[in-house]
């Protein structure tokens, strides 16, 4: 399973971290990815990274802002967001696999950039 962590409100130009714990899988087999989902809209994927851990990918609106990271010894991903922007507010989910196959969700964690 995959348990998301660590969101919550803050101001424009603040800075929160989620993290993603997983278990139940061998974690380091597989790329790891976020999506998020805004108040009324779809999902959209923010960014993947490969199963060591050695690349990873963004989408336009948020590369330079966020940083995502894992760490296999703990079975743990991590999202960075810093300069969060009001339009970043939404559902983070973490998942498992690259974005054209995502297998495994977690149950999102909220967050909300707000002034």
């Known amino acids: 399973q995959l348990v998301e962590s660590g969101g919550g409100m803050v101001q424009p130009g603040g800075s929160l971290r989620l993290s993603c714990a997983a278990s139940?899988?061998?974690?380091?087999?597989?790329?790891m990815t976020w999506v998020r989902q805004a108040p009324g809209k779809g999902p959209e994927w923010v960014s993947t990274?490969?199963?060591?851990?050695?690349?990873?990918h963004y989408t336009d609106s948020v590369k330079g802002r966020f940083t995502f990271s894992r760490d296999n010894s703990q079975n743990t991903l991590y999202l960075q967001m810093n300069s969060l922007k009001p339009e970043d507010t939404g559902l983070y989910y973490c998942?498992?696999?690259?974005?054209?196959?995502?297998?495994?969700w977690g149950q999102g964690t909220l967050v909300t950039v707000s002034s």
């Open positions: 990274i490969t199963n060591i851990g050695d690349n990873a």
């Open positions: 998942a498992r696999g690259p974005r054209e196959h995502l297998e495994l």
């Open positions: 139940g899988f061998t974690f380091d087999s597989y790329d």
